[in-house]
């Protein structure tokens, strides 16, 4: 089969991963060392490789000048030859449960089994009862975003589907990832989280590829929620860019949001950004991320579920919670955790220097907060002038809202 032949099948099926694997390896024995690389790195995101893929990777890196990552690879190779000496075992239909061997895994695939590293992807589900206040953030996003996934019949009444683009925006170590996990639970949806490292490519058109790859997983597992983690990373605005590379990329974004001739229903894409302001404006056009929630700082009622959860299981002497929440004015979730640390250090300091045991007290938790400041500071400041310079531009009304509220405006 032709090469031109082999494209224009993946074209129409992008997971044909045998078709993939075998163009891989015709680029590799013409030596085109950087095409092999690209279709081997595609079927790595969609599934693990098999050992003749893993080879081929490892001598694509090598070829490419990459001998550690190559190196690392090759090891992990050798590593699995010698258990299968010293065991005596047949691998080729084993599973994680049946080796105990906690820092690998058996992953077979339709040639053979290979065993490499990996890291585990399991993860506890979340709802919107383990996030501590936002109650009218909560509210929103149900309304807007759940309601028509769960109750689909009755929206579709008035002409609303499930699906679509959504913003969140706010201050970093606020909770906006922890929302985007528990919409997508909520849904009973599959969940795709991708950040910068997942679409960046250091090969020309390689960021293109590897977001178009994206959207076909989505599609291919509906009902999904397309998570875009840092968006102003991935979607800068091209009005301050003078990267083309930055351009062409956003362009391919806004083609696979629009989803022109591929069918985007039951697709939600979710967005994450600190920097709401560096997106692309085209971004938030109706079909896009037109809907923007702000998500932000803990309010007294969050300050104090998130102490009380985090010292839980601690030993803590009794104090009012209460009155120490409200000394921790504009501090976000992260804010709380590294105030947590700070004072547990304190503690374990003192029993170390002194060999006596004590629990953890209100004055570990006032001489850790005298040193620290509220990381929503700057963020607030800049959307401070922003909103205040803006004129007529109402994108972050609620921000406005909410720093009147707050005395900061």
């Not at 997106?279 to 803990?298: C, E, L, N, T, Y």
Request: glycine share 6%.
């Amino acid at each position: 089969m032709q090469v031109m032949e082999m494209l224009e099948k993946l074209a129409d099926n992008p997971f044909d991963h045998v078709l993939r694997s075998q163009l891989a390896s015709h680029y590799a024995e013409t030596g085109a060392w950087e095409k092999a690389h690209k279709q081997i790195t595609l079927i790595k995101k969609q599934r693990p490789l098999s050992a003749q893929e893993l080879s081929l990777f490892a001598t694509c890196l090598r070829e490419l000048g990459f001998e550690d990552e190559a190196d690392l690879i090759s090891n992990s190779l050798e590593v699995e030859e010698e258990l299968d000496q010293d065991s005596g075992e047949e691998i080729e239909e084993a599973t994680v449960s049946q080796i105990e061997r906690p820092s690998l895994s058996i992953v077979p695939s339709s040639e053979e089994a290979v065993v490499v590293p990996i890291q585990s992807e399991a993860r506890s589900r979340i709802r919107f009862s383990d996030i501590a206040g936002l109650n009218d953030v909560k509210k929103t996003i149900r309304m807007q975003i759940i309601e028509p996934f769960t109750n689909p019949e009755i929206f579709e009444k008035f002409g609303k589907k499930a699906g679509g683009g959504v913003l969140l925006y706010g201050p970093p170590g606020c909770g906006k990832t922890m929302i985007a996990r528990a919409i997508a639970d909520e849904c009973h949806a599959e969940f795709i989280a991708i950040g910068i490292s997942d679409i960046l490519g250091i090969y020309h058109g390689e960021s293109e590829q590897n977001l178009n790859a994206m959207f076909d997983k989505a599609r291919a597992n509906k009902p999904c929620v397309m998570f875009f983690d840092e968006l102003d990373a991935l979607a800068f605005a091209r009005s301050k860019s003078s990267s083309v590379h930055g351009r062409t990329l956003v362009n391919e974004f806004l083609n696979q949001l629009d989803g022109v001739g591929r069918n985007n229903d039951d697709i939600l894409f979710l967005s994450a950004s600190n920097m709401p302001w560096d997106v692309d404006v085209a971004m938030k056009r109706p079909g896009r991320f037109s809907r923007q929630i702000f998500v932000p700082p803990p309010d007294l009622e969050a300050k104090i579920a998130i102490l009380q959860r985090k010292l839980r299981n601690l030993p803590v002497d009794d104090f009012d919670i209460t009155a120490l929440a409200g000394k921790l004015k504009l501090f976000s979730g992260a804010d709380i955790d590294g105030l947590i640390e700070q004072a547990k250090e304190l503690v374990l300091q003192y029993i170390m220097e002194t060999g006596e045991e004590r629990n953890l007290t209100l004055n570990d938790m006032q001489l850790a907060l005298s040193g620290i400041v509220p990381s929503t500071e700057d963020w607030l400041q800049t959307a401070k002038n922003l909103v205040k310079y803006s004129g007529s531009d109402r994108s972050y009304q609620a921000v406005q809202l909410y720093l009147k509220k707050n005395g900061m405006l």
